[in-house]
């Protein structure tokens, strides 16, 4: 993920970015049914467990999930909040583009 890059939503989290990694977005996915470890993601995901934790590293450096140590082992569990600010977002952009769509700019 490079960083250099203009923010697409949110200068938060840049939810959009972290999203767009197909596997990241399959991760998101299943920690939206509730917390879940490396192993269970890797059995639903059918990755190898150092790409999944890979790929939850960078979920949780952008603040969409939180890591909950529980014995032996780490649950992952998805933060609400960051996505719902980039829905926010969009259904705004959606109401601008909505609202200017015949707002033609002279050449």
Same mark, same amino acid.
Request: aromatic share 4%.
């Given at each position: 993920m490079s960083f250099n890059q203009p923010v697409l939503i949110? @200068?938060?989290? /840049?939810v959009i970015r972290? *999203?767009?990694d197909p596997l990241r977005a399959q991760l998101v996915e299943l920690l939206a049914? !509730? %917390?879940?470890?490396?192993c269970h993601l890797v059995t /639903?995901? !059918? @990755?190898?467990?150092p790409t999944v934790s890979h790929?939850?590293?960078a979920l949780? /450096?952008? !603040? *969409?999930?939180v @890591?909950? %140590?529980r014995g032996r082992f780490t649950y992952y569990r998805l933060l609400p909040d960051p996505l719902e600010r980039s829905a926010a977002a969009l @259904?705004? *952009?959606?109401?601008q583009a909505r609202t200017n769509a015949n707002q033609l700019r002279e050449c």
């Amino acid at each position: 993920m490079s960083f250099n890059q203009p923010v697409l939503i949110s @200068a938060e989290v /840049d939810v959009i970015r972290v *999203l767009a990694d197909p596997l990241r977005a399959q991760l998101v996915e299943l920690l939206a049914n !509730g %917390p879940a470890c490396t192993c269970h993601l890797v059995t /639903d995901t !059918g @990755a190898k467990q150092p790409t999944v934790s890979h790929h939850l590293k960078a979920l949780k /450096d952008a !603040g *969409l999930v939180v @890591a909950e %140590p529980r014995g032996r082992f780490t649950y992952y569990r998805l933060l609400p909040d960051p996505l719902e600010r980039s829905a926010a977002a969009l @259904a705004a *952009l959606a109401e601008q583009a909505r609202t200017n769509a015949n707002q033609l700019r002279e050449c």
